[in-house]
């Protein structure tokens, strides 16, 4: 059976730090890239970045999390992790990752904005981010 479990998120102050981190199960971590999406009330689904395992860790993001989050994955444990500084109150959401294709665009798109085929999507967990 294949899993993706989001897991790590909480209240958290502005300015604070939350590390999220999504646990793979049922597929071959190395055949996918991993994506980290969130939807905030009211709002789409938006892709925050991706890392691809396969290809040196390359890592993508969004330029509003620039600076402020880091994926980074470890294989042997099939899982991946997002590093979450100082967060703002715009970063409340219910935070998802997904499984996308290995090779081709798809991972470097989510830096974009851009968001492709999905094959896997993980339970999420819900960040807030308040004072």
């Known amino acids: 059976e294949v899993q993706l479990q989001a897991y790590g998120g909480g209240l958290v102050q502005p300015g604070g730090s939350l590390r999220l981190s999504c646990a793979a199960s049922g597929f071959d971590f190395d055949d996918y890239t991993i994506g980290w999406f969130r939807q905030a009330p009211g709002k789409e689904r938006e892709g925050v970045g991706c890392?691809?395992?396969?290809?040196?860790?390359?890592?993508y993001y969004r330029d509003f999390v620039k600076d402020r989050f880091t994926i980074s994955g470890d294989s042997a444990k099939n899982t991946v992790h997002l590093q979450m500084n100082t967060l703002e109150p715009d970063d409340t959401a219910i935070y998802y990752c997904?499984?996308?294709?290995?090779?081709?665009?798809?991972?470097?798109?989510?830096?974009?904005?851009?968001?492709?085929?999905?094959?896997?999507w993980g339970q999420g967990t819900q960040v807030t981010v308040s004072s």
């Open positions: 890392i691809s395992m396969s290809d040196d860790a390359a890592t």
């Open positions: 997904a499984a996308l294709a290995r090779y081709g665009s798809a991972c470097p798109l989510i830096g974009r904005g851009i968001v492709g085929h999905i094959y896997y």
